[in-house]
T-cell receptor
Framework: GAVVSQHPSWVICKSGTSVKIECRSL??????MFWYRQFPKQSLMLMAT?????????EQGVEKDKFLINHASLTLSTLTVTSAHPEDSSFYIC??????????????FGPGTRLTVL | AQSVTQLDSHVSVSEGTPVLLRCNYS??????LFWYVQHPNKGLQLLLK??????LVKGINGFEAEFKKSETSFHLTKPSAHMSDAAEYFC???????????FGGGTRLMVKP
């Protein structure tokens, strides 16, 4: 149980285009989903936290107009990188947290999406 | 505020020898602590977690960690390394029941044959 998927797993796009990454909780409902970014050989940095049905909360330094997050249902959150540039190339990882009371201290991570912007 | 420091960016061991990955944390409250493993180009897999129960926590694949409040440490150990253990390991702290995770810088474990 507690499986999180991401799609696509790998995407290459041209500079200036927009890319949408999906994060799904497959066998549980996620009240909260998180988006992280990981540069090569570095740790994960939290980008934003999204709660179902409300606006995402972005970490300091993360452009909310560039990284659009939508959490329209309890099993799906999307991250759209708008007008992508080569410096947006990174490994994007989502995680999901289940309803309170169901393994409340744990986030379940997706397999990640590698974005390469040419 | 919470923070976590992984004391070694790289650790190299021979297959069959013990593994020690060090982690120190800082937290204003009683934290939850986690160790995750990440294989190349893969997502994160939870190895074990501490959430104020037993201080010695056993995880998957023979790993365990001991929470030492007096030392603010949560070191990860394994008695005998296997080649498949080669990966990146992250120590993670959370103060508010998993709603915000703070990651350490990671330790790359290399296992020599």
């Amino acid at each position: 149980g507690a499986v999180v998927s991401q799609h696509p797993s790998w995407v290459i796009c041209k500079s200036g285009t927009s890319v949408k990454i999906e994060c799904r909780s497959l066998d549980f409902q996620a009240t909260t989903m998180f988006w992280y970014r990981q540069f090569p050989k570095q740790s994960l940095m939290l980008m934003a936290t999204s709660n179902e049905g409300s606006k995402a909360t972005y970490e300091q330094g993360v452009e909310k107009d560039k990284f659009l997050i939508n959490h329209a249902s309890l099993t799906l959150s999307t991250l759209t990188v708008t007008s992508a540039h080569p410096e947006d190339s990174s490994f994007y990882i989502c995680s999901a947290r289940a309803f309170p009371g169901d393994r409340p201290n744990e986030q379940f991570f997706g397999p990640g999406t590698r974005l390469t912007v040419l | 505020a919470q923070s976590v420091t992984q004391l070694d960016s790289h650790v190299s061991v021979s297959e069959g020898t013990p593994v020690l990955l060090r982690c120190n944390y800082s937290s204003s409250y009683s934290p939850s602590l986690f160790w995750y493993v990440q294989h190349p180009n893969k997502g994160l897999q939870l190895l074990l977690k501490y959430t104020s129960a037993a201080t010695l926590v056993k995880g998957i694949n023979g790993f365990e960690a001991e929470f030492k409040k007096s030392e603010t440490s949560f070191h990860l150990t394994k008695p005998s390394a296997h080649m498949s253990d080669a990966a990146e390991y992250f120590c993670v702290v959370s103060e508010n029941a998993g709603n915000m995770l703070t990651f350490g810088g990671g330790t790359r474990l290399m296992v020599k044959p």
